[in-house]
């Protein structure tokens, strides 16, 4: 089992930044990869970013591309998305996933283990 918990969500005008972060329980923690998930009200989630278990490959989605940063700390059990120049588009809650093994993916349904979200505000 790997409980994730995020953190850092918040209110922020459009053009300023945010820096979410998901700390995870389990040790082994860079044999998972993490992925970010967003889902606005009344929409599906959407794969916003992810990052294999050694933190060299990462997949954005088209949306966030250049805007959006994952990192991981494998020493913190932590990873992290740095989102600069943000929209009002981009306010839903974001949720932190992981599945076992170290392959970056895009799809819902290849992450097993999922936190409880955080809400990202942007105000125009």
């Known amino acids: 089992q790997v409980q994730l918990l995020e953190s850092g969500g918040g209110l922020v005008q459009a053009g300023g930044s945010l820096r979410l972060s998901c700390a995870a329980s389990?040790?082994?923690?860079?044999?998972?990869?993490m992925g970010w998930f967003r889902q606005a009200p009344g929409n599906e989630r959407m794969f916003v970013a992810a990052i294999g278990g050694s933190g060299t490959s990462t997949l954005y989605a088209d949306s966030v591309k250049g805007r959006f940063t994952i990192s991981r700390d494998n020493g913190k059990n932590t990873v992290f998305l740095q989102m600069n120049s943000l929209k009002p588009e981009d306010s839903a809650d974001y949720y932190c996933?992981?599945?076992?093994?170290?392959?970056?993916?895009?799809?819902?349904?290849?992450?097993?283990?999922w936190g409880r979200g955080t809400q990202v505000t942007v105000s125009s």
């Open positions: 996933a992981a599945r076992a093994g170290t392959g970056v993916r895009r799809l819902q349904n290849e992450y097993s283990y």
């Open positions: 389990r040790r082994t923690f860079s044999g998972y990869a």
